[in-house]
């Protein structure tokens, strides 16, 4: 199906099953257990082998020398693979180190060797009898150290030849004029995503042909990157990932468990299962890039904005690409003059790539930091200052209007709910007990992102209906919302309806990532069911444009026919998917949101509480109330991590992140999150779906962390810039104790 004008009323639209609150069908599965992940797939490989990677113990130089003679002769040890027993595996789709292969070392903890055994300790001591002899090579570790040299980068999101420069009007000159400036450094740290789930992978060989029970965002992607570095045709590679505990970007793209399964089991000639130790996950995986970010705001003093510059610098390997903390910026506020561009220094750390709203995420840590620096400034409220300097347009190109923005009613509907009106602008003048209290908010902004998806759809002869697709489901409620998206549109109930997902045999979906899963998955089965109404409509004798699909029947005029009619002499299948046109060129499709929160900061400590949060959203259609609350407090609280604690700690020495596992990598507990509440507007969006939704998993986060770091300003008047918002960064300048 071509999706090339707006929608117009469909069958979505009568809103039966979908926008209905609807808990989540693969709950019950989650809850008692049964659910099989990734490690777990005893019902699809029984007895494989296990292996153990070991990591490099420098972050750059060559590997001289790798001894695995007593290793083989250990108990239990049935092959050891090394790097310099295979070819460099060809870097794959949107990764530029070599996961595998060759004795260069390009990052601390690269993958150099793998230890096959009956058992799993077997295959860990093993490992610990490899011995393997380094030749070191210097490195750069530290971003501050090579930022003032780091040459300009384009847009990622933008694709390798887009333009560098962000520029319209004259920004130096309207810098200069401006009567109200700001000019600031905003500092992000690396992050890792810390899903629950470690990465894991089991591989397993038939012929020429490769199976991989593994843990991945991406199905189609993965199924390709592993034929490319296995050198094989991709139609001999399936890709099985029904569920996943967690992904956050880090399962985007594989990792070397995926391929290294898949070469051990062919090493030994047996399934074999792959999970990455921890620290691996962390120094071997990808990350969120930390930034230098400096902002500069030019203003008229009834705050009308006049200028804005933004400059992010990030590192990363040779190859890879800048964060892209400028990606709101170029279109979230009005400004005739604007300079934003990106900076991309080198770095010899694992890669820095895509992380639960890449860009938007650090770009809004910093910038809605800055714009309440500004409105403090002025002398105009945080939320007036946004208000007035909204705008329907792209500010580059101001005939490309937003198909709905609606961050206006964002503003309004939280800073009446959250009582705004109560706060004080005075920073550190009000307490409670021990507690200095304040309130800050922040407004988000994140891209809607059409990609193709395709689904399957069948009608079986007991007339329930089967979807098949290799979508995934994150934690996200996907198979709820597809669920709920045939049962629409056959007329059934969701529990009329099986959902199977994350096998690379179904048709190739648009995969859970960039909050684009939503949207895609169901418009590709939307697509199917349209299909599948057709063929239902012929069998039955019906017009097919005329046919009503209601309470498990078919109406058409004067004939009320049952649905499991149709397929009484054979299942029926539809099948189809979504493909977009240039609507999203023609319009900005975005969503947007405004969060606000209230933290306390004890006086005599400087320990921080978040103490309430509300966030407003704006993202089209919501397709299941339920789940997409889920996804707004999950990444409510991911903010709450990003403010307050998450950061990689850097060794400048040896070039590896020293708290690397989930016990000094500190992530939000339940007693750090206090009540969290939701509000979602109802601006169902025609130009971006037939479903007329949006991306839900990443607005909840963009901004979160800038909201809470205003609170702790207003709360104390310490300005920290420098993510985390720590105790020790505003300790000392804390209010004295009344």
Request: charge should be negative; glycine fraction near 10%; hydrophobic fraction near 45%.
């Amino acid at each position: 199906m071509e999706f090339t004008t707006p929608a117009g009323r469909n069958p979505i639209d009568r809103l039966t099953v979908v926008g209905r609150p609807t808990p989540r069908i693969d709950g019950p599965l989650k809850v008692t257990g049964t659910a099989p992940y990734a490690a777990e797939r005893h019902d699809a490989v029984t007895s494989p082998a296990y292996g153990w990677i070991i990591g490099a113990t420098v972050a750059k130089g060559r590997v001289r020398l790798a001894d695995v003679s007593a290793a083989k002769a250990a108990p239990g040890v049935i092959a050891v693979l090394t790097t310099l027993d295979h070819a460099p595996v060809p870097a794959v789709f949107r990764q530029t180190a070599s996961l595998f292969g060759g004795d260069e070392i390009a990052h601390y903890h690269q993958a150099v060797a793998l230890v096959v055994a009956e058992t799993f300790e077997a295959a860990r001591a093993a490992a610990r009898l490899v011995r393997i002899e380094y030749e070191a090579a210097p490195g750069a570790y530290d971003l501050a150290a090579v930022a003032a040299d780091a040459p300009p980068s384009p847009d990622p999101n933008e694709g390798p030849d887009a333009e560098i420069y962000d520029r319209v009007g004259d920004f130096d000159a309207a810098f200069a004029a401006a009567p109200v400036t700001l000019d600031e450094i905003y500092t992000t740290p690396d992050e890792t995503h810390a899903m629950m789930e470690p990465h894991a992978s089991i591989a397993a060989w038939d012929g020429d042909r490769l199976t991989v029970w593994t843990s991945n965002q991406m199905i189609g992607w993965a199924r390709d990157a592993l034929a490319g570095a296995l050198g094989i045709a991709a139609e001999n590679v399936r890709v099985d990932s029904p569920f996943i505990g967690g992904g956050f970007g880090g399962k985007l793209y594989i990792r070397a468990d995926a391929l290294l399964a898949a070469l051990g089991a062919k090493a030994a000639g047996r399934p074999v299962k792959v999970v990455l130790q921890r620290p691996i996950i962390i120094n071997n995986g990808t990350r969120r890039a930390a930034t230098i970010q400096r902002i500069r705001l030019g203003a008229r003093p009834d705050g009308t904005l006049t200028a804005i510059s933004h400059v992010s610098t990030s590192g990363n390997l040779p190859g890879g690409f800048p964060e892209a903390g400028i990606a709101p910026t170029k279109l979230f506020y009005a400004a005739p003059n604007r300079d934003n561009y990106l900076k991309l220094a080198r770095l010899d750390f694992g890669e820095g790539s895509d992380m639960r709203a890449p860009g938007e995420a650090p770009g809004l840590m910093a910038f809605e930091m800055a714009l309440d620096e500004f409105a403090e400034r002025l002398d105009i409220d945080p939320v007036e200052l946004r208000v007035m300097n909204d705008t329907q347009a792209d500010p580059r190109d101001p005939g490309r209007r937003f198909s709905e923005r609606h961050l206006v009613e964002c503003l309004r509907t939280g800073a009446e709910r959250f009582g705004w009106s109560e706060r004080d602008k005075i920073p550190g003048s009000v307490r409670d007990g021990k507690w200095l209290v304040g309130m800050g908010m922040a407004a988000g902004f994140r891209l809607n992102l059409p990609f193709p998806s395709e689904a399957r759809i069948r009608l079986e002869r007991d007339g329930r209906l089967t979807v098949e697709t290799d979508m995934t489901d994150i934690g996200t409620g996907t198979y709820t919302i597809l669920a709920q998206t045939a049962a629409e549109m056959l007329g059934l109930t969701v529990d009329a309806v099986t959902v199977k997902l994350g096998d690379s045999v179904n048709p190739r979906a648009a995969g859970s990532g960039g909050q684009w899963g939503a949207n895609n998955s169901t418009s590709g089965l939307y697509a199917a069911c349209v299909k599948l109404r057709e063929a239902v409509a012929a069998r039955l004798g019906f017009n097919a444009d005329d046919a009503d699909f209601a309470d498990g029947h078919v109406t058409a005029g004067n004939r009320r026919v049952p649905l499991a009619d149709a397929a009484a002499g054979g299942p029926l299948v539809g099948e189809d998917g979504i493909a977009y046109g240039d609507l999203d060129k023609t319009f900005v499709q975005a969503t947007f949101a405004s969060h606000f929160v209230e933290v306390g900061v004890d006086q005599f400590t400087g320990e921080m509480r978040v103490r309430r949060m509300l966030a407003v959203v704006d993202s089209g259609r919501i397709l299941n109330p339920i789940t997409a609350r889920s996804q707004v407090i999950g990444a409510m609280t991911m903010g709450v991590g990003a403010a307050l604690m998450e950061a990689l700690a850097v060794d400048p020495r040896h070039g590896f992140f020293v708290n690397n596992d989930l016990g000094f990598y500190e992530v939000p507990v339940h007693g750090d999150i206090p009540h969290q509440d939701v509000i979602f507007l109802d601006y169902p969006d025609a130009k971006s779906s037939p479903m007329k939704a949006k991306g839900i998993g990443e607005i909840g986060l963009c901004g979160v962390a800038a909201a809470v770091a205003n609170a702790v300003y207003n709360a104390t008047g310490v300005r920290v810039r420098d993510y985390p918002v720590t105790l020790d960064k505003h300790l000392a300048g804390l209010p004295p104790a009344a």
